[in-house]
């Protein structure tokens, strides 16, 4: 659960870049920010479902 959450936060550091860019209207970076988002999208869920079993495995 933790290493999932520690990508998480690479994730969101590695694009802090690309976010500047595309708010400056720059479209390729505009791809890689879309590109990473759908990333961090399906991470989340799978840290969202290890907690999940977590939470079951405990009661």
């Known amino acids: 659960m933790l290493d999932t959450y520690r990508e998480i936060k690479t994730l969101i550091e590695s694009v802090d ?3 500047q860019k595309a708010a400056g209207g720059n479209k390729a ?3 890689r ?3 990473d988002m759908q990333q961090l999208k399906a991470l ?3 840290l969202r ?3 999940l079993e977590d939470r079951s495995t405990e009661g």
Request: proline share 0%; aromatic share 0%; net charge positive.
């Open 17 to 19: 870049d690309d976010i």
């Open 29 to 31: 970076a505009g791809t």
């Open 33 to 35: 920010v879309r590109k």
């Open 44 to 46: 989340a869920q799978q």
């Open 49 to 51: 479902v290890k907690v």
